[in-house]
């Protein structure tokens, strides 16, 4: 009764949606439209979109120049040049170009299908296209790589219908064999070339045909004008035609004429690329590598896990993946099909090259892994291939009956297909409410500034293109430092424009990002601890907001000697103050002097308290000693550490008699601080150090 339930209920799904075979693709059209546009502008625009904006907003000659000299070519940016003159620069009118070029590669995704596999296999790639957070997460930023999976859907579109054609065209234009000549034979001839998945082409193919090739180049161009990684789309292209020659070569069907087509084609794409060629290879083979080091099959698990499941998704358990690959191993079978040789071969070509390509020129790091879009794209094709094989079954299980065996089939089609797109959802959910994933907030770094900005504060931008962002949303009126300047390298240079900046300043906020790119050796932030006091340090994303108070250089000897043990080894032989009392308001430069009388195995935090006159904390600075700039692991025996703290008075501090404090805790389990035991063998786990008096 089971499996005659599951066949009625299949048969009756199968037969809607033959009738009504439209509904299916206009929903998922809006689902990917709903959920690439939802909370578009809720997250602020982090540095890359910045960069795009500035991009976008100069001429068309100091664009195409500016874009010579970075890692991408120039045509998204003029796109959005065009198309933020008919949305606006806010955040919402920056991102729906992408969101609206994420919603058409879900469209050519189903046309994609439709082609390669049918109708329904068509909607199911589309479907798991749209739900991806992977594809959305990259379709709500103002960057270029929703335009490249756009373009490569729809080169890959474009090149499986000239294929089709080629292979209708060739086929009508072949001379019958004696044995076709009869009525029966010629009949099923015209049959197999105008089946369901040639009817695009007419009597007239040989002039689509033409038209499909021309703009197959143009996509290709605007491909190679959009993002240096598309090459590798044209490169599966090579690929797949190669195999479809070899397929058509072994089924006697001619194929030279198609050698002719493909070869015209590439050859308008490199004429139409020719005047970015020279700078495209020297940005290509120029570009730093920035590949990390990590073991392949983590690597692979990773990559895995973002075409199938999206970014979002966290660490997918090892089983989850058992129903993709049910549904790639159902797909690869129909290889032998009627839908199969190059069909199947263009996704899973298309996908071993953008993913290998990766790998082999060892760029693999997370931040690289937008470059795979075209590859989810080509997955979610063979999902979808490999539910409708399973759903149209016809063998037999062993000891089951034909009924039984095409029901557990389908049962098992409708598991798997529903698994993958469960998973999307739930990983979508996390990339609009899960804070991990939220983009760097440099619109809440600008508004914490704008809130507290007084005379005497500045602002130090350090590693690359902050200012391009950092400006969109900041309208104070601090003094605003890019550095390092250009691409950074002149440490002499960097180091004595922050010591000047540190002249002519009372408070420094200095906001941290890709410092191993353009500040390897930390020039800003080693001159900000030598000559001020950290008081704050915050993460936005991954961004950090360090704010300093510039009160003179920390001295280098204890105005107060002590001799105050914390755990076993550590030792605080002193400290200084900046200055005896303070207003609220005010910071207070503490400097402590450590020792140690042995190796210390752990890494521990200092905390500076401020304590109001009844005790609550009221101020803090934690971090590690020199301002994390020397981890407890690595000081040697006897060695002596200056640590330096700024602790910032509240504006709201009551007048009163505050004591400062110190306290020590593992980096890894601050709530176990370490003893504390002074010369008069009093023990607790925070030192009273001084009181200073808040007027």
């Given at each position: 009764?089971?499996?005659?339930?599951i066949?009625?209920?299949s048969?009756?799904i199968?037969?809607?949606?033959?009738?009504h075979?439209?509904?299916?693709?206009?929903?998922?059209?809006?689902?990917?439209?709903?959920?690439?546009?939802?909370a578009?502008?809720?997250q602020?625009?982090?540095?890359?979109?910045g960069?795009?904006l500035?991009l976008?907003?100069?001429?068309?000659?100091?664009?195409?120049?500016?874009?010579g000299?970075?890692?991408?070519?120039?045509?998204?940016?003029?796109?959005?040049k065009?198309?933020?003159?008919?949305?606006?620069?806010?955040?919402?009118?920056?991102?729906?170009?992408s969101?609206?070029?994420?919603?058409?590669?879900?469209?050519?995704?189903?046309?994609?299908g439709?082609?390669?596999?049918?109708?329904?296999?068509?909607?199911?790639?589309?479907?798991?296209?749209?739900?991806s957070?992977f594809?959305?997460?990259?379709?709500?930023?103002?960057?270029?790589?929703?335009?490249?999976?756009?373009?490569?859907?729809?080169s890959?579109?474009l090149?499986?219908r000239?294929?089709a054609g080629?292979?209708?065209?060739?086929?009508?234009?072949?001379?019958?064999r004696?044995?076709?000549?009869?009525?029966?034979?010629?009949?099923?001839?015209?049959?197999k070339?105008?089946?369901?998945?040639?009817?695009?082409?007419?009597?007239?193919?040989?002039?689509?045909?033409?038209r499909?090739?021309?703009?197959?180049?143009?996509?290709?161009?605007?491909g190679?004008y959009?993002?240096?990684?598309?090459?590798?789309?044209?490169?599966?292209?090579?690929?797949?035609?190669?195999?479809?020659?070899?397929?058509?070569?072994?089924?006697?069907?001619?194929?030279?004429?198609a050698v002719?087509?493909?070869?015209?084609?590439n050859?308008?794409?490199?004429?139409?690329f020719a005047?970015w060629?020279?700078t495209a290879?020297?940005?290509?083979?120029?570009?730093p590598?920035t590949g990390?080091d990590?073991?392949?099959g983590?690597?692979?698990?990773?990559?895995?896990?973002?075409?199938?499941?999206g970014?979002?998704?966290?660490?997918?358990a090892?089983?989850?993946f058992?129903?993709?690959?049910?549904?790639w191993?159902?797909?690869?079978?129909?290889?032998?099909?009627?839908?199969?040789?190059w069909?199947?071969?263009?996704?899973?070509?298309?996908?071993?090259?953008?993913?290998?390509?990766?790998?082999?020129?060892?760029?693999y790091?997370l931040?690289?892994?937008?470059?795979?879009?075209?590859?989810?794209?080509?997955?979610?094709?063979?999902l979808?291939?490999?539910?409708r094989?399973?759903?149209?079954w016809?063998?037999?299980?062993?000891?089951?009956?034909?009924?039984q065996?095409?029901?557990?089939?389908?049962?098992l089609?409708?598991?798997?297909?529903?698994?993958?797109a469960?998973?999307?959802a739930?990983?979508?959910?996390?990339?609009?409410?899960?804070?991990a994933y939220?983009?760097?907030?440099?619109?809440?770094?600008?508004?914490?500034?704008?809130?507290?900005?007084?005379?005497?504060?500045?602002?130090?931008l350090?590693?690359?293109?902050?200012?391009?962002?950092?400006?969109?949303y900041?309208?104070?009126?601090?003094?605003v430092?890019p550095?390092p300047?250009?691409?950074?390298g002149?440490?002499?240079?960097?180091?004595?424009?922050?010591?000047?900046?540190?002249?002519?300043?009372?408070?420094?906020?200095?906001?941290?990002?890709?410092?191993d790119e353009?500040?390897?050796?930390?020039?800003?932030q080693?001159?900000?601890?030598?000559?001020?006091?950290?008081?704050?340090s915050?993460?936005?994303?991954?961004?950090?907001l360090?704010?300093?108070?510039v009160?003179?250089?920390?001295?280098?000897?204890?105005?107060?000697?002590?001799?105050v043990r914390f755990?076993?080894?550590?030792?605080l032989?002193?400290?200084?103050?900046s200055?005896?009392?303070a207003?609220?308001?005010?910071?207070?430069?503490?400097?402590l002097?450590?020792?140690?009388d042995a190796?210390?195995?752990?890494?521990?935090?200092?905390?500076?308290?401020?304590?109001?006159?009844?005790?609550?904390?009221?101020?803090q600075?934690?971090a590690?000693?020199?301002?994390n700039?020397?981890p407890?692991t690595?000081?040697?025996?006897?060695?002596?550490?200056?640590?330096?703290?700024?602790?910032?008075?509240?504006?709201?501090?009551?007048?009163?008699?505050y004591?400062?404090?110190?306290?020590?805790y593992?980096?890894?389990?601050?709530q176990?601080?370490?003893p504390v035991?002074?010369?008069?063998?009093?023990?607790?786990?925070?030192?009273p150090?001084?009181?200073?008096?808040?007027?």
């Amino acid at each position: 009764m089971t499996e005659q339930w599951i066949g009625r209920w299949s048969r009756q799904i199968a037969d809607v949606l033959r009738r009504h075979a439209w509904p299916a693709p206009a929903i998922v059209l809006l689902l990917a439209f709903a959920v690439r546009f939802h909370a578009l502008e809720a997250q602020s625009l982090w540095n890359d979109e910045g960069n795009s904006l500035r991009l976008a907003e100069r001429s068309v000659a100091d664009l195409i120049d500016a874009a010579g000299r970075d890692i991408h070519p120039a045509g998204y940016y003029l796109a959005l040049k065009g198309w933020i003159a008919l949305a606006g620069t806010s955040e919402l009118g920056l991102r729906s170009l992408s969101a609206l070029q994420g919603t058409l590669t879900v469209a050519l995704t189903v046309a994609l299908g439709r082609t390669l596999f049918g109708g329904a296999a068509g909607t199911l790639a589309g479907l798991f296209v749209a739900l991806s957070p992977f594809a959305v997460y990259y379709s709500q930023e103002t960057r270029m790589y929703a335009q490249l999976a756009l373009l490569s859907a729809a080169s890959m579109a474009l090149f499986a219908r000239w294929l089709a054609g080629a292979s209708v065209g060739a086929y009508r234009n072949t001379p019958l064999r004696e044995s076709e000549k009869s009525p029966q034979r010629r009949g099923e001839r015209r049959g197999k070339a105008e089946d369901k998945y040639f009817r695009f082409f007419s009597a007239s193919s040989a002039s689509l045909r033409f038209r499909l090739a021309l703009a197959l180049a143009l996509v290709n161009a605007a491909g190679l004008y959009t993002q240096y990684s598309f090459p590798f789309t044209l490169l599966a292209q090579g690929v797949l035609f190669v195999v479809w020659i070899i397929w058509r070569s072994r089924a006697g069907r001619p194929w030279r004429g198609a050698v002719t087509g493909f070869a015209a084609l590439n050859l308008l794409t490199l004429a139409l690329f020719a005047p970015w060629l020279p700078t495209a290879w020297k940005q290509v083979t120029t570009w730093p590598r920035t590949g990390e080091d990590l073991a392949l099959g983590e690597q692979m698990r990773t990559v895995l896990t973002w075409l199938v499941y999206g970014n979002t998704a966290g660490a997918v358990a090892l089983l989850q993946f058992l129903w993709p690959g049910v549904l790639w191993l159902a797909a690869l079978g129909s290889a032998r099909g009627r839908a199969g040789g190059w069909r199947v071969a263009l996704p899973l070509i298309w996908a071993t090259i953008v993913v290998g390509a990766l790998f082999a020129s060892g760029a693999y790091r997370l931040a690289n892994l937008k470059f795979l879009l075209p590859a989810q794209v080509a997955l979610a094709l063979l999902l979808a291939e490999g539910t409708r094989r399973l759903w149209d079954w016809g063998g037999r299980l062993l000891l089951l009956s034909t009924r039984q065996s095409r029901a557990i089939a389908r049962l098992l089609a409708l598991v798997c297909a529903a698994q993958v797109a469960l998973g999307n959802a739930q990983a979508l959910d996390a990339l609009y409410t899960d804070p991990a994933y939220a983009r760097a907030d440099y619109r809440a770094i600008a508004a914490h500034l704008m809130s507290d900005e007084r005379p005497g504060d500045a602002v130090i931008l350090d590693a690359p293109n902050q200012v391009e962002v950092f400006s969109y949303y900041y309208r104070g009126n601090a003094p605003v430092y890019p550095l390092p300047r250009g691409l950074g390298g002149d440490d002499a240079a960097t180091q004595a424009e922050v010591t000047a900046i540190l002249g002519q300043s009372r408070r420094i906020f200095a906001v941290f990002w890709g410092e191993d790119e353009r500040d390897p050796r930390r020039v800003v932030q080693a001159t900000l601890d030598a000559g001020a006091f950290p008081v704050a340090s915050t993460w936005y994303g991954d961004v950090r907001l360090a704010q300093y108070a510039v009160l003179g250089p920390a001295p280098d000897a204890p105005a107060v000697t002590l001799d105050v043990r914390f755990g076993e080894a550590l030792h605080l032989t002193g400290y200084a103050l900046s200055a005896p009392a303070a207003r609220p308001g005010d910071a207070l430069g503490v400097t402590l002097f450590w020792t140690a009388d042995a190796p210390l195995p752990a890494r521990y935090k200092v905390s500076v308290q401020l304590l109001a006159p009844d005790g609550t904390l009221s101020a803090q600075h934690d971090a590690e000693p020199a301002n994390n700039l020397a981890p407890t692991t690595t000081w040697m025996p006897g060695q002596v550490v200056k640590d330096t703290h700024g602790v910032a008075v509240p504006l709201t501090a009551p007048p009163g008699t505050y004591t400062l404090a110190v306290a020590v805790y593992p980096l890894d389990t601050p709530q176990e601080r370490l003893p504390v035991r002074t010369e008069d063998a009093r023990r607790s786990d925070l030192l009273p150090l001084a009181s200073l008096a808040v007027r």
